[in-house]
C-alpha cells in the first residue's frame, strides 16, 4: 500500500508465494499464474491453440464424456494429493463406460491464501496421473475466491473418451448368473483420508491406493464379455451395488466371507463406528460378468498390480432389486443405500 496526504492506494503485488485475489482477476497476475504455474506442467499442442476451448478430430466410434468435482480435505494425504485423485477419478468414471480416455479438462478454485508451491505441488501431481493414465489435460480454468470460502482448493474435471463399436458397458445388462468382482481391498482409500485429519485422532500406516484403472479395463475388454464397470466412490460399494440392483432390476448377493477389507480398514472403522462397505473407494473397481468369463478375467485382473488382490464377491440373482449379504454366521441381512452422510466427505 503507498500512503500519501493521508490517501491510501492500492499498489497491485506483482510477486507472491501465495494465491492472491488479483490471481483471479483475469489481467497480469491471472496470466502469469497461468504461464508460470499451468502451462508448464500441462503442455501439449492442443492446449496451445490458447482459445476459449479445444478443438480436436475423434476416431471412429461413439464419445463418453463425464465430469467430476474434487474436495477431498486434506489436500495432501499418504499415496496421494487432491491432484492424482481428480484425474484418477475422471480417467476411472471414463473408463467405466468402456472408453478409451483420451482428453480433460481442469477446472480450479482457488482460495486466497494458498501457498503457490503447493498449487504447483498438485498440478504436477496432475500431469504424472495424466501421463500415466495416457490422457492430455487440454483446456481449463481458474478462479480465485476470498479467505474462507474454500477449503483451499477445490478442482472439477471433465473428461471425454472414445468408445469402440461392439463395446456395451451399462448398469442395466447386470443379469441372473453374473458374477461380480472387486478388483482390489475395500475401504483403503476413505481410511485414509479419515487418519490423516488430525481432529479425528487416530493413525494408520494405510495409504490411498488411488489409481487410474483405464489400462484394466482396456485389457478385460478385449478378452472377456464384460457387462458392467463400476468404481464405488462415494458412497462405498453397497450403494454402488444398490444403484445397479435398481438401474437391472436384479438382486446381488455379497457373501461376506469374500469381502476383501483388510484388518486395519475394519479395525479403524470399527473405532468411528463406520461400516467398511459405505466407505468411498478411489483405486478399485467392481466388475459383473457372466460366471463362465470369470476365470480369466482373474487371471487377468492377477496379472496387474492393480488387480492382484481381485476376488469374486457376490453373484447375481433374479428377485427384488436390493443387495443383500450372506453373513459369517449362516444368515442374511440386506444392505440399503445410506440415508445421508455416513462421514465426513472424503471425495
Known amino acids: 500500500m503507498v500512503q500519501e496526504n493521508n490517501i491510501v492506494c492500492g499498489v497491485p503485488f506483482t510477486e507472491s508465494d501465495r494465491v492472491l485475489m488479483g490471481h483471479g482477476g483475469g489481467g497480469k497476475l491471472t496470466h502469469r499464474l497461468i504461464g508460470e504455474v499451468f502451462y508448464p506442467a500441462f503442455d501439449n499442442p492442443l492446449l496451445r491453440q490458447n482459445h476459449d476451448g479445444c478443438v480436436f478430430s475423434v476416431e471412429k466410434g461413439r464419445i463418453a464424456f463425464t465430469t467430476d ?20 477419478g475422471t480417467v476411472n468414471d471414463l473408463a467405466c463406460c468402456g472408453a478409451r480416455p483420451l482428453y480433460l479438462t481442469a477446472g480450479f478454485i482457488l482460495e486466497e491464501g494458498l501457498l503457490i508451491s503447493d498449487l504447483k505441488r498438485i498440478v504436477a501431481s496432475m500431469k504424472a496421473a495424466a501421463d500415466r493414465a495416457g490422457v492430455s489435460i487440454v483446456a481449463g480454468d481458474t478462479k480465485v475466491v476470498e479467505r474462507g470460502k474454500c477449503d483451499g482448493v477445490f478442482i472439477n474435471t471433465s473428461g471425454v473418451g472414445t468408445v469402440a463399436d461392439g463395446v456395451w458397458i451399462a448398469p442395466e445388462r447386470a443379469v441372473e448368473g453374473d458374477v461380480v468382482i472387486c478388483s482390489g481391498p475395500i475401504g483403503v482409500h476413505g481410511i485414509t483420508i479419515l487418519s490423516a485429519r488430525e481432529s479425528l485422532g487416530f493413525e494408520t500406516s494405510l495409504k490411498s491406493d488411488t489409481a487410474s484403472l483405464n489400462g484394466l479395463t482396456t485389457v478385460l475388454l478385449q478378452s472377456v464379455d464384460v457387462h458392467v464397470f463400476r468404481d464405488p466412490t462415494r458412497g462405498g460399494v453397497v450403494t454402488t451395488l444398490n444403484e445397479i440392483a435398481s438401474t437391472a432390476s436384479i438382486e446381488i448377493i455379497l457373501d461376506e466371507a469374500s469381502l476383501p477389507i483388510p484388518e486395519s480398514v475394519r479395525s479403524a472403522a470399527d473405532l468411528l463406528g463406520l461400516d467398511p462397505l459405505f466407505i468411498a473407494n478411489e483405486g478399485i473397481m467392481l466388475i459383473i460378468l457372466p460366471e463362465k468369463d470369470a476365470p480369466e478375467a482373474l487371471r487377468i485382473l492377477h496379472s496387474r498390480p492393480e488387480g492382484k488382490e481381485a476376488v469374486i464377491i457376490g453373484r447375481v440373482e433374479k428377485g427384488s432389486p436390493m443387495v443383500r449379504m450372506k453373513t459369517l454366521f449362516g444368515g442374511s441381512r440386506i444392505l440399503n443405500m445410506p440415508a445421508g452422510e455416513q462421514l465426513p466427505r472424503i471425495c
Open 69 to 88: 468435482s474434487f474436495v477431498v480435505s486434506p489436500l495432501f494425504f499418504p499415496g496421494g494429493d487432491i491432484g492424482n485423485l481428480a484425474v484418477n
